[in-house]
């Protein structure tokens, strides 16, 4: 998301984000280098990608569409690529129902695709997850046996320990926040309501061992932007303040601090340090950046009405930065510093420390893939030129790893000129390229996606 502020009114609809007209399969992928043969299971990458003749007003809002790649014991055997079907795609169903009441399977899911509990999930955060099947055709929407009667963010984390999904859905009616648990089978065995000032755009949470992290920040839902119909009914609002909570996993209220105004779109990891303090890594966007980059993807421009004395800044370039908040909660103090000044976006780690310590981060810059070491506070990057665009790198660990950085990340990386794509497997270590695979077609830049191994036989 860092890199779309140079731009035409559509640049969500142009070059390597513009949107592909249909669904193909194609066998037998060429590969370049040797891909890791215990690499096995499917890369599923989520993203909009609106129906032709239908463009959406806003990147988050076009119709959801996931894109396949299944390696198996050193080969790439197919790619395919599905647009979720859900009734919004399928039959035009209406968010807004006539009698103002929201239907929650009515949503693009076009954000993230997880697997929990032998379910993979297409996610949008204003809505039901939608259940695939491991080659991409549509279930259907999921609600838990009618447990979940709103959104699920499509940033769950799934804990590394107990193996259970944490997740929360953000309401623009009361109740404005739920965090909800799945089970590590897949059952939703709590839901509880958590007290916010009003409704806002919470796209990420983080998790530690003990607690939940809620990032209650500065960008809220719009009535007077939502009748106007078809945008993007969230803005910036300098009054509404930036506040990180800490919430006791085991139950009992969150505590706020609040923080240096901005927005947060993505968490890296988070953690309790040998103090006890809650240490949260994320990609922040100060003010002028936000407001900067929302119009440059649909979001109302800065200087309207409608956007509540949003800061304006002609040096902003719209771009975000790793920042790290730590949050003590024996004092109530909250220690602020950046991590790496280079503009980046899509940050990853490896899931199996989620909610625990972490030496590791990686991220994507406009035409490189860069790994944070912030043990050292040093950053290294595979620079991929000016002429590609990586996408979200995901790291896959090795079987057996000890090191932290042992194993793989998968990106998808494209050509800005919009002629091709490649899935692009490097060695975390060193950021050198173990293997590529050509794909047979443009693959749109889009949002997030997972590795999904093959159950162990
Ligand atoms: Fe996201």
Redesign the pocket.
């Given at each position: 998301m860092s890199q779309s502020n140079e731009t035409s009114p559509s640049a969500w609809l142009d070059g390597h984000l513009a949107p592909v007209p249909d669904e193909i399969d194609a066998a037998g992928l060429p590969v370049e280098g040797a891909l890791p043969p215990e690499l096995t299971g499917r890369y599923f990458r989520n993203g909009p990608n609106p129906l032709p003749g239908t463009p959406s007003a806003h990147w988050f809002t076009g119709a959801g569409m996931v894109h396949g790649v299944r390696l198996r014991d050193g080969r790439a055997e197919w790619y395919r690529n599905r647009w979720v079907r859900t009734t919004e795609l399928t039959d035009g169903a209406p968010f807004v129902r006539a009698d103002g009441s929201f239907d929650h399977a009515a949503v693009p899911a076009n954000?993230?695709v997880v697997p929990h509990a032998g379910r993979i999930l297409a996610l949008v955060e204003t809505g039901l997850p939608y259940e695939l099947t491991p080659e991409l055709d549509t279930v259907g929407p999921c609600d838990f046996g009618g447990l979940l009667t709103g959104g699920m963010t499509?940033?769950p984390k799934e804990d590394p320990v107990t193996g259970e999904l944490l997740f929360f859905g953000y309401g623009l009616v009361p109740p404005y926040l739920t965090y909800h648990r799945l089970s590590a089978d897949g059952r939703l065995v709590e839901s509880r309501e958590v007290e916010v000032p009003g409704p806002t755009m919470m796209?990420?949470f983080a998790i530690t061992a003990n607690h939940v992290v809620w990032l209650d920040l500065p960008v809220v839902f719009d009535m007077a932007l939502a009748r106007r119909g078809g945008g993007m009914p969230f803005r910036w609002d300098d009054g509404y303040g930036a506040r990180l909570g800490v919430m006791p996993r085991a139950g009992g209220p969150a505590r706020w601090f609040e923080v240096d105004p901005c927005y947060v779109?993505?968490v890296g990891n988070a953690y309790e340090d040998d103090a006890g303090r809650v240490v949260v890594d994320g990609v922040r966007y100060r003010p002028e950046e936000f407001t900067a980059f929302w119009p440059s993807i649909g979001g109302p421009s800065a200087g309207t009405p409608a956007t509540g004395g949003a800061p304006v800044s002609a040096a902003a370039t719209g771009h975000a930065r790793l920042h790290r908040w730590t949050l003590d909660p024996a004092t109530g103090a909250v220690k602020e510093e950046p991590i790496d000044d280079r503009a980046v976006e899509?940050p990853t780690h490896d899931e199996t420390r989620t909610g625990r310590p972490h030496r590791y981060l990686y991220t994507v810059a406009r035409d490189a893939i860069v790994k944070h070491d912030l043990r050292s506070g040093s950053s290294a990057a595979l620079d991929l030129g000016a002429d590609l665009a990586p996408g979200e790198a995901v790291f896959v660990p090795a079987e057996g790893a000890r090191a932290e950085d042992e194993g793989w990340l998968l990106s998808i990386v494209s050509d800005r000129a919009g002629h091709g794509s490649e899935l692009l497997v490097l060695d975390a270590a060193d950021l050198s390229r173990t293997a590529s695979v050509r794909l047979p077609r443009r693959v749109p830049a889009g949002?997030?996606g997972s590795w999904i191994p093959d159950p162990a036989t």
């Open positions: 954000t993230h499509a940033h796209h990420d779109f993505h899509f949002f997030h």
